[in-house]
């Protein structure tokens, strides 16, 4: 069964902070991929990055980073030097080759304050 | 190019009365999915649908809910006898295929008084 956690609900950060979204997955699958999508105020999920299960390599996006660890079954997301912009509803989901969907988290609620 | 639209984005019905929601994939994409989010919540897988093959309807919450989609193109989400539960923005996306990232539409905001 695929299951997806994303513990922290609402995290508010002071602009120029760093934070770190915390994702933990669960999956039967050797063969997985997971996701990130912001979600901001004006509803429409915008997609991010997608990792496959066999690649391990932290990737940077401007000031977006993401951690994959497979021996955690962690993929956490750092945004460095926050900006008001950012703020939005962050979510982590999972796709594996049993399913068809994504299995989404419950999502961390980001407010960045200037 | 052009994105998943969907229509209508906001939609107001009666407990009872049936609805139906539409959703434009990107073109070329051959994967669709609907998904449904409450308020404050993740998201709920409904229905995907992969070119000609059967759809996969297994996230469908009871047989008020239905779908089908045209080809390789718009689907429609017809929910029968709408019930308050039922209010929820449902998302509809596209992809090229499983497990390429899933494009979403704008949603349509369903409202059941």
């Known amino acids: 069964a695929q299951k997806v956690t994303q513990a922290q609900t609402e995290i508010s950060v002071v602009e120029k902070e760093d934070v770190t979204l915390d994702c933990v997955y669960e999956t039967r699958d050797t063969t997985y991929y997971l996701f990130w999508y912001k979600q901001p105020p004006s509803g429409e999920l915008v997609f991010l990055i997608r990792r496959n299960s066999f690649d391990e390599q932290n990737e940077i996006s401007g000031r977006y980073s993401w951690n994959f660890q497979k021996s955690t079954s962690s993929f956490n997301f750092t945004i460095t030097a926050s900006q008001v912009v950012d703020s939005a509803v962050y979510f982590c989901?999972?796709?594996?080759?049993?399913?068809?969907?994504?299995?989404f988290g419950k999502g961390n609620q980001v407010v960045v304050i200037p | 190019g052009a994105g998943v639209s969907q229509s209508p984005s906001n939609k107001v019905t009666e407990k009872g009365k049936d609805v139906e929601l539409r959703c434009d994939p990107i073109?070329?994409?051959?994967?669709l999915y609907w998904y449904r989010q409450r308020l404050g919540q993740g998201l709920e897988f409904l229905i995907y649908f992969q070119g000609n093959s059967a759809p996969d309807k297994s996230g469908l919450p009871s047989d008020r809910f239905s779908a089908e989609r045209t080809g390789e193109s718009v689907s429609t989400l017809t929910i029968q006898r709408t019930q308050q539960e039922d209010s929820a923005v449902y998302l509809c996306?596209?992809?090229?295929?499983?497990?390429?990232?899933?494009?979403f539409g704008p949603g349509t905001r369903l409202t059941v008084t």
């Open positions: 073109s070329g994409h051959t994967a």
């Open positions: 996306a596209s992809s090229q295929d499983r497990p390429y990232e899933q494009y």
């Open positions: 989901a999972l796709s594996d080759r049993g399913n068809n969907r994504l299995a």
